[in-house]
């Protein structure tokens, strides 16, 4: 009974990784995609989209970066045949200067909003295999921005030049001895 039923996958992809494998799979000529395993008798050809590896990293106070490196393998009846695959996709990707349009959940592209990714290197792996390795840059709000103006902190600077400032004997004479000399040679003040 369960080899009648059809199996579904269902693929929940962040909008980046789903819009760089569409772009990949449409400049390739609509290879068959495989994403989770290549079957021991799979077509050709074929474009394998295993899951990038994440580097993480702080970006600024209200940001953080999560760097991405894809792997993705692309097979053909002959080395040559899956390296003209694959340069098809660099060389779309280099002509349209990296950036590779967002699409919806629908497939759709969103107007003016892309993913920008790094230079995409290319190389023959084997007989009938290529690997198209695709980087970028994914900038993303921390969950709490809203809360990070709390977070702040002021810095109060008293300046004791203006007049009617005083500053205690004790911290005089730390000045004095701590001091850096401002004399040009470097030697101690006399």
């Keep these: ?44 050809p074929s474009a394998y989209f295993p899951m990038p590896e994440i580097d993480t990293g702080g970006e600024t106070f209200l940001t953080y970066y999560m760097d991405y490196a894809w792997y993705i393998k692309i097979f053909h009846r002959t080395k040559e045949g899956a390296y003209a695959l694959g340069l098809a996709v660099v060389t779309a990707i280099r002509a349209a200067r990296n950036l590779v349009p967002l699409i919806a959940e629908d497939g759709s ?7 920008r990714l790094n230079d995409p290197k290319l190389k023959i792996l ?9 980087t970028w840059r994914s900038r993303r709000p921390y969950n709490d921005t809203a809360a990070g103006a709390q977070r702040s902190q002021s810095f109060y600077v008293d300046v004791f030049m203006k007049s009617g400032k005083e500053i205690s004997d004790a911290y005089a004479e730390a000045l004095e001895r701590y001091a850096i000399p401002l004399n040009s040679n470097g030697a101690k003040p006399e």
């Design 126 to 134: 084997d007989d009938g295999a290529a690997q198209l390795t695709i």
């Design 1 to 44: 009974m369960a080899a009648d039923k059809e199996v579904i996958q269902v693929l929940e992809l962040e909008q980046e990784i789903a819009s760089i494998m569409k772009y990949v799979i449409d400049r390739a000529g609509k290879p068959a995609p495989y994403y989770w395993e290549v079957p021991a008798h799979f077509a050709v």
């Design 109 to 115: 592209e969103v107007e003016e909003s892309w993913v």
